[in-house]
Nanobody, 123 residues
Framework: VEVMESGGGVVQAGGSLRLSCTAY????????MAWFRQAPGKEREGVACLSWTDAPSYVDAVKGRFTISRDNDKNRLYLEMKSLKPEDTGIYYC??????????????????WGQGTQVTVSS
């Protein structure tokens, strides 16, 4: 299993970024996929998840600002981020929930983390 994130950068508060993730080595089209982030000095937290039926779920802090989507033909997961805030700063990771088609309320069951992509939002 390989997972590769890209698209991070430095933006001012209120700006936008689009993250991409390419993943191989498992049945991408029937796996739940999610984005996580880890802020400096904090534990990694779930941000957005997408089931195999394209049903999204978001953590409250990003609802209305972030949109998760997928392209099964390209084995890609995306995270469109708008109205970014300094508290969105962190390393963003995508991960599959292999052999699980649906997201988890506890954000458990995700594995095979990539290197992540850094997002920095300046005030």
């Amino acid at each position: 299993v390989e997972v590769m994130e890209s698209g991070g950068g430095v933006v001012q508060a209120g700006g936008s970024l689009r993250l991409s993730c390419t993943a191989y080595g498992f049945a991408f089209d029937i796996a739940a996929m999610a984005w996580f982030r880890q802020a400096p000095g904090k534990e990694r937290e779930g941000v957005a998840c997408l089931s195999w039926t394209d049903a999204p779920s978001y953590v409250d802090a990003v609802k209305g600002r972030f949109t998760i989507s997928r392209d099964n033909d390209k084995n890609r997961l995306y995270l469109e981020m708008k109205s970014l805030k300094p508290e969105d700063t962190g390393i963003y990771y995508c991960a599959p929930r292999i052999e699980h088609r649906y997201c988890s309320n506890s954000w458990s069951g995700f594995s095979h983390w990539g290197q992540g992509t850094q997002v920095t939002v300046s005030s």
